[in-house]
């Protein structure tokens, strides 16, 4: 409302300005409902035939400098060019003489004013003003909003911090689940912000910064929110990239002013979120060191610790790129501690669960704990994500509990995106992409450390044709060498696949072969798994260059050792492949049983792989479902309905049958000539974890 209010009086003031210039340009002949004669500027010999001619009617006559006369004269008769009124500078002595030769010859035939500022000037003058007082108008707004409005005015150097107190909504330690340890660290924080006198007795100084350290999505910065609602202080938090501006000097004059609105609010906590984006080491830019970023960060380092005694301030902040930080950054008397928030466990796992949950009606067959070991690897945002989007499933179904269902097709669509099932897919891609598909789970299925198979898709989802989702059971946290070679065939093992029942390859493995390619580089450069090459680090390809910082680093790795790299990353991904190969050639009747029901289901989840691939059968699938069953609704769920529903459910399944018969046909002549159009090729795609 405030902004509407302000938008308002702009447009006033904008009207009135606007009324005053038609108004000014009006009265002095010159505005938009002016109906006088146009003016012409002449010579003075011009001047002088109008007047020996007689055709000048009123002469007004104001004296300048110097002797010079500015001359107004209006016309008896407008010319053919439609001229009424003449101006001139001329000197004021000819002037004179002209003028009274005339009017002693000719007595009263023409008026003349002397000593009078004519109406040219005074409208000169008005119309110079208005425009400056307009462009200054505009000028005042323009500055107000870029500054953050408010009638501040030229306040770049103010800093952008957002102060969160007590009475906001408050968020604590029992908000964050699944980050014991790290609670337990941040906990001391808070009990010298509530007992200081208890640390100063002893003696002790309590950490003046606390650096947290993890993936994307661990919860950084809830756990600093959450520290300063335990500790009911004030809560400052600004993001790194606020810092910095285009202006020289701006982000180290914010860093003076957050420090000085802290001081005032003392005791409280000020949180840098994405720290690196200011913070990064010194020195190691292509344009020299004495940039806006580093004098930031050299402002920073002075307010943290120089000669400034910010006592009760606790500085907290967040980064995934702590290896980029300035050193002079992380040395004690700044940051302190770090604490590295790590990803959850299966315990922490289903206690993030629990709290996302509580404001959600689930029914009785969801297992938070299944969930959670169905999810290992996901960060608190990931599991976030799942309740919620397992929550617009449910809304979606128009029912009032979420289900097991519903949760399990939430975890598929933030591990491989939604199911694209109106897309057209021909009957040659099916067939691809299943055999492509049963490579990969088949592959796995035979070596003893992949993780088990969770599902299999032929449906299109995300960017792929095809997914076949492996989730380990356990949250091993090493990785051998056995179970990276054995990731890699099962990598390769849609290719082989293909290769093998297909007599041909597509170009859908690019993923495969990318995936297969990083690890094995990884274990002959990074993890000293190649018995060739020995446990020598030989540098990481990285994928973000630090500029100046790399281009001062000497390679390491002479021609000849990049020669034996490759060499070694071929000969590990050609074992790998025919190993696959083997796999696959020992499981063809198998294959082709899976591949069949595959074809037919679209979906096998986990349980019916392996039925299959040990030899079982599966029952018929379905082919009549009414709307409740095909929305993968539980039994125990309620369901609201809209008038009209009854009326459609009674009908559905004599639709269903009809529209069932004419879709196979038209499906399948659109199918047959879409197959000979579209490339084989397009149709594969990678195994996706």
Same mark, same amino acid.
């Given at each position: 409302?405030?902004?509407?209010?302000?938008?308002?009086?702009?447009?006033?003031?904008?009207?009135?300005?606007?009324?005053?210039?038609?108004?000014?340009?009006?009265?002095?002949?010159?505005?938009?409902?002016?109906?006088?004669?146009?003016?012409?500027?002449?010579?003075?010999?011009?001047? *002088?035939?109008?007047?020996?001619?007689?055709?000048?009617?009123?002469?007004?006559?104001?004296?300048?400098?110097?002797?010079?006369?500015?001359?107004?004269?209006?016309?008896?008769?407008?010319?053919?060019?439609?001229?009424?009124? #003449?101006?001139?500078?001329?000197?004021?002595?000819?002037?004179?003489?002209?003028?009274?030769?005339?009017?002693?010859?000719?007595?009263?035939?023409?008026?003349?004013?002397?000593?009078?500022?004519?109406?040219?000037?005074?409208?000169?003058?008005?119309?110079?003003?208005?425009?400056?007082?307009?462009?200054?108008?505009?000028?005042?707004?323009?500055?107000?909003?870029?500054?953050?409005?408010?009638?501040?005015?030229?306040?770049?150097?103010?800093?952008?911090?957002?102060?969160?107190?007590?009475?906001?909504?408050?968020?604590?330690?029992?908000?964050?689940?699944?980050?014991?340890?790290?609670?337990?660290?941040?906990?001391?924080?808070?009990?010298?912000?509530?007992?200081?006198?208890?640390?100063?007795?002893?003696? $002790?100084?309590?950490?003046?910064?606390?650096?947290?350290?993890?993936?994307?999505?661990?919860?950084?910065?809830?756990?600093?929110?959450?520290?300063?609602?335990?500790?009911?202080?004030?809560?400052?938090?600004?993001?790194?990239?606020?810092?910095?501006?285009?202006?020289?000097?701006?982000?180290?004059?914010?860093?003076?002013?957050?420090?000085?609105?802290?001081?005032?609010?003392?005791?409280?906590?000020?949180?840098?979120?994405?720290?690196?984006?200011?913070?990064?080491?010194?020195?190691?830019?292509?344009?020299?060191?004495?940039?806006?970023?580093?004098?930031?960060?050299?402002?920073?380092? #002075?307010?943290?610790?120089?000669?400034?005694?910010?006592?009760?301030?606790?500085?907290?902040? $967040?980064?995934?790129?702590?290896?980029?930080?300035?050193?002079?950054?992380?040395?004690?008397?700044?940051?302190?501690?770090?604490?590295?928030?790590?990803?959850?466990?299966?315990?922490?796992?289903?206690?993030?669960?629990?709290?996302?949950?509580?404001?959600?009606?689930?029914?009785?067959?969801?297992?938070?704990?299944?969930?959670?070991?169905?999810?290992?690897?996901?960060?608190?945002?990931?599991?976030?994500?799942?309740?919620?989007?397992?929550?617009?499933?449910?809304?979606?179904?128009?029912?009032?509990?979420? *289900?097991?269902?519903?949760?399990?097709?939430?975890?598929?669509?933030?591990?491989?995106?939604?199911?694209?099932?109106?897309?057209?897919?021909?009957?040659?891609?099916?067939?691809?992409?299943?055999?492509?598909?049963?490579?990969?789970?088949?592959?796995?299925?035979?070596?003893?450390?992949?993780?088990?198979?969770?599902?299999?898709?032929?449906?299109?989802?995300?960017?792929?044709?095809?997914?076949?989702?492996?989730?380990?059971?356990?949250?091993?946290?090493?990785?051998?060498?056995?179970?990276?070679?054995?990731?890699?065939?099962?990598?390769?093992?849609?290719?082989?696949?293909?290769?093998?029942?297909?007599?041909?390859?597509?170009?859908?493995?690019?993923?495969?072969?990318?995936?297969?390619?990083?690890?094995?580089?990884?274990?002959?450069?990074?993890?000293?798994?190649?018995?060739?090459?020995?446990?020598?680090?030989?540098?990481?390809?990285?994928?973000?260059?630090?500029?100046?910082?790399?281009?001062?680093?000497?390679?390491?790795?002479?021609?000849?050792?990049?020669?034996?790299?490759?060499?070694?990353?071929?000969?590990?991904?050609?074992?790998?492949?025919?190993?696959?190969?083997?796999?696959?050639?020992?499981?063809?009747?198998?294959?082709?049983?899976?591949?069949?029901?595959?074809?037919?289901?679209?979906?096998?989840?986990?349980?019916?792989?392996?039925?299959?691939?040990?030899?079982?059968?599966?029952?018929?699938?379905?082919?009549?479902?009414?709307?409740?069953?095909?929305?993968?609704?539980?039994?125990?769920?309620?369901?609201?309905?809209?008038?009209?529903?009854?009326?459609?459910?009674?009908?559905?399944?004599?639709?269903?049958?009809?529209?069932?018969?004419?879709?196979?046909?038209?499906?399948?002549?659109?199918?047959?000539?879409?197959?000979?159009?579209?490339?084989?090729?397009?149709?594969?795609?990678?195994?996706?974890?």
């Amino acid at each position: 409302m405030k902004r509407n209010r302000g938008i308002g009086t702009l447009l006033f003031y904008i009207v009135i300005l606007v009324g005053a210039y038609v108004f000014m340009m009006s009265a002095s002949g010159g505005g938009l409902f002016s109906s006088s004669p146009a003016k012409q500027e002449i010579t003075f010999n011009e001047f *002088s035939d109008y007047v020996e001619n007689g055709m000048i009617d009123t002469v007004e006559i104001a004296m300048g400098k110097n002797n010079v006369a500015y001359v107004k004269a209006r016309l008896k008769n407008t010319t053919a060019e439609g001229v009424g009124i #003449v101006l001139l500078y001329a000197p004021a002595d000819k002037v004179n003489d002209l003028l009274i030769t005339y009017d002693t010859q000719n007595p009263g035939k023409m008026d003349i004013v002397y000593d009078t500022l004519s109406e040219e000037s005074w409208s000169s003058i008005l119309m110079t003003v208005m425009t400056f007082v307009v462009i200054g108008f505009v000028a005042f707004f323009f500055i107000s909003q870029q500054s953050g409005g408010n009638g501040k005015v030229m306040n770049f150097g103010k800093s952008k911090a957002r102060m969160f107190t007590t009475s906001d909504k408050t968020v604590t330690f029992e908000d964050v689940a699944g980050a014991d340890e790290e609670k337990d660290e941040l906990a001391e924080i808070v009990d010298f912000l509530k007992h200081p006198e208890r640390y100063e007795k002893l003696g $002790a100084r309590i950490p003046k910064g606390v650096l947290l350290v993890g993936s994307p999505g661990t919860g950084k910065t809830l756990l600093a929110r959450a520290t300063a609602g335990e500790a009911g202080v004030p809560f400052f938090t600004i993001s790194g990239s606020d810092f910095v501006e285009m202006f020289v000097g701006v982000g180290a004059s914010r860093v003076r002013d957050l420090f000085d609105t802290a001081k005032k609010n003392s005791p409280c906590i000020i949180f840098i979120d994405e720290i690196d984006a200011v913070g990064r080491q010194r020195g190691t830019g292509l344009g020299g060191g004495n940039d806006e970023r580093e004098q930031t960060l050299n402002q920073l380092l #002075v307010e943290m610790d120089g000669f400034n005694d910010h006592q009760g301030i606790i500085i907290l902040a $967040a980064t995934n790129r702590v290896d980029i930080l300035d050193p002079a950054l992380l040395r004690p008397g700044r940051f302190d501690r770090q604490i590295v928030v790590h990803v959850p466990d299966v315990k922490g796992r289903e206690e993030i669960l629990k709290v996302n949950s509580r404001n959600k009606p689930l029914s009785d067959d969801v297992d938070l704990n299944v969930i959670a070991k169905s999810t290992a690897g996901m960060t608190g945002a990931d599991l976030e994500n799942v309740m919620n989007e397992a929550s617009l499933l449910a809304a979606r179904q128009r029912r009032k509990t979420i *289900s097991m269902h519903d949760i399990e097709e939430s975890i598929m669509r933030v591990l491989a995106g939604p199911e694209k099932k109106s897309m057209l897919v021909t009957d040659d891609d099916k067939r691809i992409t299943a055999y492509h598909e049963v490579g990969h789970a088949i592959v796995g299925t035979n070596l003893e450390h992949c993780d088990p198979v969770h599902e299999i898709s032929i449906i299109p989802r995300g960017t792929a044709a095809g997914v076949t989702i492996s989730i380990p059971d356990n949250d091993n946290s090493h990785i051998s060498r056995r179970k990276v070679l054995d990731e890699i065939t099962m990598s390769l093992g849609g290719r082989a696949s293909e290769e093998i029942m297909l007599d041909d390859i597509c170009a859908g493995a690019v993923s495969d072969i990318d995936r297969a390619t990083k690890l094995a580089r990884k274990m002959i450069t990074e993890w000293g798994m190649s018995e060739k090459l020995g446990p020598i680090n030989y540098g990481a390809d990285s994928e973000d260059v630090f500029i100046g910082k790399d281009l001062m680093k000497s390679k390491g790795v002479s021609e000849t050792t990049a020669t034996e790299i490759d060499r070694e990353t071929r000969a590990i991904i050609d074992s790998c492949y025919q190993k696959a190969k083997k796999i696959v050639s020992e499981n063809r009747e198998r294959i082709e049983i899976i591949v069949k029901e595959l074809y037919k289901r679209e979906v096998l989840s986990g349980d019916e792989f392996r039925i299959l691939a040990a030899g079982g059968t599966l029952p018929e699938p379905e082919v009549k479902k009414s709307k409740k069953e095909a929305s993968g609704s539980h039994p125990k769920d309620e369901q609201e309905k809209t008038p009209g529903d009854e009326a459609k459910e009674e009908t559905g399944e004599v639709t269903q049958e009809v529209s069932e018969e004419v879709t196979a046909e038209v499906t399948q002549e659109v199918s047959g000539e879409a197959a000979e159009e579209a490339p084989a090729e397009e149709s594969g795609e990678p195994k996706e974890e």
